[in-house]
Structures are given as structure tokens and as C-alpha cells.
């Protein structure tokens, strides 16, 4: 089967709006927390978010919305569009130009887009309640494509005159890693010659402090006390916003473009807990299965992987699984990979998570580093013989492993490889 090669990606995020900055941050230990202002009130036990910056999305009326002066977006274009969609929007003119496209190389029947968000609660609620209050006839004509979970891949697909496979994904926290991976799979079949793999979320309160229901979310009032997976006193996840997008290719695109690339993308593997709507397997069992068929679809043996992106949100539950399914994964603790959560510094991304976390690998890989896994204080002593690393390591990774975990116990693990 064909070679696939990530040759772009486009990032906007709690840390950064491209790739340089976003590099600096992750070798750096920059975090993008901040006490939220609209999670300040008295009545609102969450405190802390990673919103994005330079974007101004709050208006339910996209005409009033502001972002980086760089990028243009017409009225009748931003009008059908969700707040993560402006931010996808700008990430995909990051990954275009990162990869060095011509409208002609990407608007063409071999090329696809797959995306994963979960639509704009937002958006929806605003349309709803003038629905209930104004009447039908008083709803935005574009307010479905704007805030159901099929927004970006509607936007993009229709704007950017994508002519190949186009879909959306939905699996909650596994989602763009679900995209990327069957992203994957329709190059290697020779169904398609390029892919767009795009992840984003809205990021603001009608996103995140749902979560506060479901006792997810950290209730820490401490920016740096607030997201630290692995910790032994973290208390849940930090919710943040942005988008991310990764440009994948066959290997004959590469040669053909003479494109540079980032690194391979090797194979991966999905598995599902079967065990609970909302809380992962407490051995990690599906996460478990996932990885190794990862390994296996990339011929990869165990002690070859340098470096894993962990999926570690900083929930009590969920870090336990993980510890648990790399412990089962990789037995010989002297042979371990590192592992980090750079969710210690973005927050959690949710749909985004997956894409997002894969472009922080492919950096990693060319650029030489493995960020470090921040705000530990004491380490969970169920994740002792792990070989978490609490700061960045300049040793350049050969073999990367990003992991991903949805509701209903969807697990996701992508293999990506230094190309050679």
C-alpha cells in the first residue's frame, strides 16, 4: 500500500495561533489557562478555561465577530458559520499555504475532507430560544449548517470547493482522531490522493460548563493548579476551543509536488471499552486493544515507540485507564516510552483533541523534541514505572503514539514515524 506523509497543518489554539508559536509553547511549558470571565460569577463553581486569543466569537451575530487581520472572510461566507468554524477557516489557510497547495492540487476529485466538532451549542441554543420566542420565520436561514455537529465539513467542503470524500465524525473526544485515521486508510486504499483532516471546537461557555454536570471538569481556581494529568490531586479537565487541521498525502503526491513533509503517518488502531457511556474501562481495556492493533496495522514492535501523546485529561478516572492500557501495552518498564499530556497545557479540546494533539506530534518529530507533561507535583502512584516526563526533552523521537478516547468508550491510537 501507498506511504501517507503529513505535509501541512494549520493551528489555531490556547497556545498559540500557528505552528512557530505553538512549537515554542510545547518545548517552552506555556500554558493558555486563564481565569475565564464568564465563569466568574458567584453561581459558577468552574473558574478556569483556555479560551483562544486574538478572536473575539461571544455575538450571536457573526458580523460582529473579530479575528487576525491576516485573514479575510466574505459576509455571505461567515454568516453560515459556527465560531469554531472561523477558527477552522483560518487553520486551514495555515495548512494550504504550510503545504504549499495551489487551489488546483486541492480542489479536485482527489482530494477530501474529514472533520470532526461538535457542532455550536451556542449558536443552536440562540436559535432555538427565538424559535420558541419569535417564531419559526424568525430563524437565521443558515442556522442549522452553522451550529449542527456537521458545520465544518459543510463550510469547508462548500468553500474551499473540496470535490472528493467528504464527511463528518462523531465520537465525542475520539472524533478528529477517527477522521484522521480513515483519512488514512482512503489514501492507502487509493480512494483519494490527498486528505484534509480538520478538528475544532467553539471553546466558550456553552461548550465547556456542560461538563460541570457530569463533575469532568477541574474546579480549581489556580490556572497551574488546574490541568495536571497524572498529578495525584488533579480534579478534571480544563475546557478549551480552537482548530487544528493536518494536510495528509500519498507518497506518489509527495514526489510528484516535491513536497516536504513532516513525517509518515505508519498506521492505526480503534477499539471500544463496551463498558460504560461516559467513563473509560478501569483497566484501559479498549485503549489497550487500540494501541496494539496500531502497532500491528504499522508493523511496529512496542519497544520501537520513543515518545506517546497521551489522551490524560486530568480526570481521576480516565489517567488510571491510560496508566493501566500502557502498562499492559509496553511491560518492561525499563523499555517504556516517554509520555506526556500536553492537555497540561492546551486543556482539553474535546473533538478537537485528536487532530490537534497529531499535529503537536508531527512537530515533535521534525523539530526534534518531546514536550514535557507539566504541572506534576506528586505523581499518582498508579502511574509509577511510567516514564512520564515532567519537563521538555531535546532527544528527537523515530516513533510517535497519539491516543485518543471518546464517550462510550471509542479509543483511537495513530502511529506516526520519522520519514525516511
Known amino acids: 500500500m ?4 503529513v505535509t501541512g497543518i494549520g493551528l489555531i489554539t490556547s497556545i498559540g495561533n500557528d505552528a512557530a508559536s505553538v512549537t515554542s509553547s510545547l518545548r517552552e511549558l506555556r500554558h493558555g489557562f486563564e481565569l475565564y470571565p464568564p465563569f466568574q460569577p458567584d453561581d459558577i463553581p468552574v473558574k478556569v478555561a483556555a479560551p483562544v486569543k486574538g478572536f473575539q466569537t461571544d455575538s450571536t451575530d457573526p458580523e460582529d465577530w473579530t479575528f487576525p487581520e491576516r485573514y479575510r472572510i466574505r459576509r455571505e461566507v461567515i454568516r453560515g458559520m459556527a465560531p469554531h468554524g472561523v477558527y477552522a477557516w483560518c487553520a486551514m489557510q495555515q495548512a494550504i499555504e504550510d503545504a504549499k497547495l495551489a487551489e488546483a492540487d486541492y480542489s ?13 451549542p451556542h449558536l443552536m441554543g440562540h436559535m432555538l430560544q427565538r ?8 430563524c437565521s436561514p443558515l442556522g442549522i449548517v452553522a451550529s449542527i455537529s456537521g458545520t465544518l465539513n459543510f463550510n469547508l467542503v462548500a468553500h474551499f470547493r473540496i470535490k472528493g470524500a467528504s464527511c463528518g465524525f462523531s465520537s465525542a473526544c475520539a472524533s478528529s482522531s477517527h477522521a484522521l485515521g480513515y483519512a488514512y486508510d482512503d489514501l492507502t486504499l487509493g480512494r483519494q490522493k490527498r486528505m484534509f483532516v480538520v478538528g475544532a471546537e467553539d471553546g466558550n461557555v456553552d461548550s465547556i460548563l456542560p461538563f460541570a454536570g457530569m463533575r469532568a471538569l477541574s474546579l480549581q481556581k489556580d490556572p497551574v493548579l488546574a490541568s495536571r494529568p497524572f498529578d495525584a490531586a488533579r480534579d478534571g479537565f480544563v475546557g478549551t476551543g480552537g482548530a487544528a487541521v493536518l494536510v495528509l498525502e500519498t507518497e506518489d503526491e509527495v514526489a510528484r509536488r516535491g513536497a516536504k513533509v513532516y513525517c509518515e503517518v505508519a498506521g492505526w488502531g480503534q477499539a471500544s471499552d463496551g463498558h460504560n457511556v461516559a467513563i473509560s474501562h478501569p483497566d484501559g481495556e479498549g485503549l489497550r486493544q487500540a494501541i496494539e492493533h496500531a502497532l500491528r496495522s504499522s508493523g511496529t514492535p512496542a519497544e520501537a515507540v520513543d515518545y506517546i501523546n497521551a489522551h490524560a485529561t486530568s480526570t ?27 492537555k497540561a497545557l492546551t486543556g482539553h479540546g474535546l473533538s478537537l483533541a485528536g487532530a490537534m494533539e497529531s499535529a503537536f506530534c508531527a512537530l515533535s518529530i521534525r523539530d526534534g523534541f518531546m514536550p514535557g507533561s507539566a504541572h506534576i507535583s506528586r505523581l499518582d502512584p498508579e502511574c509509577e514505572g511510567l516514564n512520564i516526563i515532567r519537563s521538555t526533552q531535546a532527544a528527537a523521537p523515530n516513533v510517535v503514539l497519539n491516543n485518543s478516547s471518546g464517550f462510550g468508550g471509542a479509543n483511537v491510537s495513530l502511529v506516526f514515524r520519522r520519514a525516511t
Do not use: C, W
Open 2 to 5: 501507498p506511504r501517507v506523509f
Open 108 to 120: 479536485n476529485a482527489h482530494t477530501g475532507l474529514y472533520a470532526a466538532s461538535g457542532g455550536s
Open 131 to 138: 424559535m420558541h420566542t419569535l417564531g419559526v420565520m424568525r
Open 316 to 342: 481521576p478516572i480516565g489517567d488510571i485507564s491510560e496508566a493501566r492500557a500502557l502498562k499492559a501495552v509496553f511491560k518492561t518498564p525499563e523499555k517504556r516510552p516517554a509520555v506526556s499530556s500536553t
